[in-house]
């Protein structure tokens, strides 16, 4: 969400902000130190790979899977153990890395999502001429002959697999440790991150039970813990006082309710906007009339993070849906316009226009940014409830 009056931003003088102290505290990238009501899931990811480091060379692998709704921590968490971990390993002189794969941004197919694990782990494998099969296994016997050691998290896997329910990954990634039967492996977990355990329907039953039972679930943030979690990262951001506590109250009651229900990635973008918002007005402080005005131009089912993982032929198809909702002034279109504005569209960037069309709206609706009410009404999500000129306005500044 990126409200019309996020441009003039850059037109404030250098000096010193009177609100922001670090506005890159709240970046959808940033990870603070402490993650509050996050403990216990840490704990419990410790419990399971943390004892493995003193025995390394005797450890049987263990796979994790993490369940949550959108928001919920699941990722800035397992980041944050990766890191910890890893840290604690070096200490301990194992050289151990945490290799994060978000499968929405490294993969598209198999071939590319293995390709990206690999160059994440080391440069020395070539992986264009190589099969996905070929490429783990070179990965492993590089990892054997240099004694290092991983633990691999696949994030967003129930959007791969959605996505490409034939290449059996699951499968591929559970026999990863069994390559050389029988001796310990150097991939010591690998971490599955998903929304629900909707994806399971889509596993063989063989690779549903090689999976396992490790499931821990990351339950939705409440008001009152989205109220605590905000104010460590506004006492990070902002100048002291700079935001009143009505504000982050306002905030917390509307990311924790419905339509956004606890997802906090909306909650730090309030305050990021309405930031802005009250320093752009020449405000002392960021009061619930920014939050109220920045809320009401904006949708929460689209994030800032949402647009920038997606690829330059996503971001046009979305582009194009986007201008002709606007010049019908409707809600939804039809897929016929849609495909017509965004071959204009292509024309005007000399972009050649891409012939999977309709695979990149499907792939825009798996995304939860589009919304297909019927077969021929295509619209953004959440563009009905707000207001839709200025939303759309927003969204294409995003886009560009
Ligand atoms: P998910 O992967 O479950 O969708 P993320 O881990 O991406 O959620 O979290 C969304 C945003 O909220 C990120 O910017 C993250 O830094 C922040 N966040 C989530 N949980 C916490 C927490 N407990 N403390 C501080 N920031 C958090
Ligand atoms: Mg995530």
Redesign the pocket.
């Known amino acids: 969400m990126v409200p019309l009056f996020f441009t003039d931003v850059e037109l404030m003088p250098l000096r010193g902000s009177p609100i922001f102290r670090d506005r890159n505290k709240l ?6 130190e ?5 403990d216990q899931q840490m704990e419990l990811l410790y419990s399971i790979y943390g004892n493995m480091i003193r025995n390394i060379g005797n450890v049987y692998p263990r796979f994790t899977q993490i369940i ?10 397992t980041l944050k153990f990766g890191e910890k971990i890893t840290e604690h390993a070096k200490n301990e002189g194992v050289n151990l890395q945490h290799v994060y794969v978000n499968c929405k941004v490294d993969g598209a197919t198999r071939f590319v999502l293995f390709g990206n694990l690999v160059k994440k782990v080391t440069p020395k494998i070539s992986t264009r001429s190589l099969s996905p099969e070929e490429m783990i296994r070179q990965l492993v016997d590089c990892l054997r002959a240099e004694k290092r050691f991983l633990i691999i998290t696949f ?1 967003e896997i129930d959007y791969f697999i959605q996505t490409n329910p034939k290449e059996h990954v699951i499968y591929d990634f559970t026999r990863i440790p069994e390559m050389h039967p029988g001796e310990p492996s150097p991939v010591i977990g690998e971490i599955f ?1 998903a929304r629900s355990l909707k994806w399971h329907e889509m596993l063989e039953p063989s690779e549903k039970s090689t999976l396992g039972m490790g499931i821990m679930e ?1 339950p939705r ?1 409440t008001g009152r813990q989205v109220m605590n ?1 905000l104010e ?2 506004a006492t990070e951001a902002f100048n002291q006082d700079a935001v009143a506590d009505e504000a982050l109250g306002l905030i917390s009651d509307i990311t924790a309710n419905p339509p956004v229900n606890g ?3 909306v ?2 973008e309030l305050l990021y906007y309405a930031g802005c918002l009250a320093e752009n007005m020449g405000a002392e402080r960021v009061l619930p009339d920014h939050i109220r005005k920045v809320y009401s131009e904006t949708n929460p089912a689209v994030t800032s ?1 949402d647009i920038m993982n997606l690829d330059e032929a996503g971001k046009l198809v979305l582009l194009a849906l986007v201008r002709s909702l606007q010049a019908k002034k409707s809600a939804y279109v039809g897929l016929r316009d849609a495909r017509l504005s965004y071959e204009v569209l292509c024309e005007e960037c000399g972009v050649k226009p891409i012939d999977e069309f309709e695979e990149r709206m499907q792939d825009l609706i798996r995304r939860g940014i589009v919304e297909m009410k019927s077969l021929t009404e295509f619209g953004v999500s959440g563009a009905s409830l707000v207001d839709l000129e200025k939303f759309l306005n927003n969204l294409i500044q995003q886009l560009r």
């Open positions: 970046s959808p990238y940033y990870i603070p402490r993650l509050p009501h996050r949550g709704g959108t928001g919920t921590g699941k990722t800035c968490t994030d991150i990351f943030y979690i460590e990262r997802d906090l990635r909650g730090l993070e």
